[in-house]
Each structure stands twice: as C-alpha cells, then as structure tokens.
C-alpha cells in the first residue's frame, strides 16, 4: 500500500493551501497529519482525518474520502512553511505508512 | 503536560555499540505505548518500533527487526533504542513518541521527543 503526496505545494500569504494524499480506498482508513518545520521534529496537526489537537490553529482542517485525503491551511502565514506527512496505520500487517512529504512553501 | 526529552546528540564508529533513551513525564507512563522513528538526512519518516510499558510487549517494523533493541526502564519512565554494532548507513535522526493506540482502527504519534542525532563514521 503506497501513499502519494504531492512534492511540494506553493501559496501567497493569507491564501489556502491543499496537500493531498492518495491511496486506495484511504477514505476507509484514519490519515492522520505531521508538520515538520525546518531543524524541527515533527508535530501531530491533525488525526483521524479531521481532529485537530489541542493548541493547532483552526486554520488547519483535514477531509478524507474515496481514494484521496486532504489537508487545508486557510489563511497562510510564513510560519506555516514546513514539510507536511500523511500517515495511516493498517491493521494487516500491523503496518504504519507514511506518505513520501509535501513541503509546502510560502511564497 | 505531556513532556519526551531525548537524550543528546552521539558520534561513534562503525562497530561500536550505542543506547540512546527518551525520559517522558506527564502521564501514565505504563498505559501508552512508545515508538521509536529513525529520519535519515532530507528524507521522509520511517517508524522502527513500538513498545507497551505496562508490559514492555515489543513490535519491530520488518526492516528493523535485528537491527535495533528497545526497552524500557519503568522506574524512571525512560525508554531506550539501542544498537550492539552501529553501520555508517545507521547514522540520522531518531525521534521518540508517544502513541496514541485506539483498538484496532486508529493509531497515530501524538507527542514527540525533540530528537537524537546519530553519527557513524570512521
């Protein structure tokens, strides 16, 4: 099973951005979403295709169905600038997967 | 608040052995699983292991298995990732998290260590 991200996503400030993340069937499974600025470890900015943990801006949302799920920034800062990781777990196998990373950059 | 403080950065040689840890505080240390996730330079994340405290059952991902041992030190919530003999390939960034582990449908890295810089070279 292969998640697929796009390479890098592109924005101009205070615009909304989209970073998708493929696979088959993955609207049946729960993606879960990392954000790992520059020198920095990663942080859990969504999980279960939609929640948001506590202190991640409302601006960050997430949706999953079908083959694609999907993570929007609306209102784009410069500190949002970072590499951004889908993951899923798959019961099979006992398997955790993570897609290859989006860096999102703000133009 | 839910803190995972790794211990600092390690240069070795091909050959050495090496045991780096992760002390967390915050929570039930026994009741949520740990994971330990190697980051090699610019490229993507890969997941090593898990292990329950409570128990210190331990699960390796195919590609790790032999490589590395975790274990966990119960007394002072600490968790560990060692190697018996390092390869110049195993030098990267190690990160330890907190899982969260729900049943059999959802299981996702909630918190993060700050991570662990490993360097092989002759």
């Known amino acids: 099973y292969v998640l697929t991200q796009p390479p890098s996503v592109s924005v101009a400030p205070g615009q909304t951005a989209t970073i998708t993340c493929a696979g088959d069937?993955?609207?049946?499974?729960?993606v879960h979403w990392y954000q790992q600025k520059p020198g920095q470890a990663p942080l859990l900015v969504i999980y279960?295709?939609?929640d948001r943990p506590s202190g991640v801006p409302e601006r960050f949302s997430g949706s999953n169905a079908w083959d694609t799920a999907t993570l929007t920034i609306t209102r784009v800062e410069a500190g949002d600038e970072a590499d951004f990781y889908c993951?899923?777990?798959?019961?099979?196998?006992?398997?955790?997967?993570f897609g290859a990373g989006t860096k999102l950059t703000v133009l | 608040e839910v803190q995972v403080v790794q211990s600092g950065a390690e240069v070795r040689k091909p050959g050495e052995s090496l045991k780096i840890s992760c002390k967390t505080s915050g929570y039930d240390f026994t009741k949520s699983w740990i994971g330990w996730g190697r980051q090699m330079s610019g490229k993507g994340l890969e997941l090593m292991g898990i292990?329950?405290?409570?128990?210190?059952?331990?699960r390796y991902a195919p590609s790790f298995e032999g490589q590395v041992t975790i274990s966990v030190d119960r007394s002072i919530r600490t968790a560990y990732l060692n190697w018996n003999s390092l390869k110049a390939s195993d030098s990267g960034m190690y990160y330890c998290m907190k899982l969260v582990v729900r049943g059999g449908r959802t299981r996702y890295l909630e918190h993060w260590g700050q991570g662990t810089l490993v360097t092989v070279s002759s």
């Open positions: 993951q899923i777990w798959e019961s099979a196998g006992d398997h955790w997967l």
């Open positions: 292990i329950y405290p409570g128990d210190s059952d331990t």
């Open positions: 069937n993955i609207g049946s499974r729960s």
């Open positions: 279960d295709d939609s």
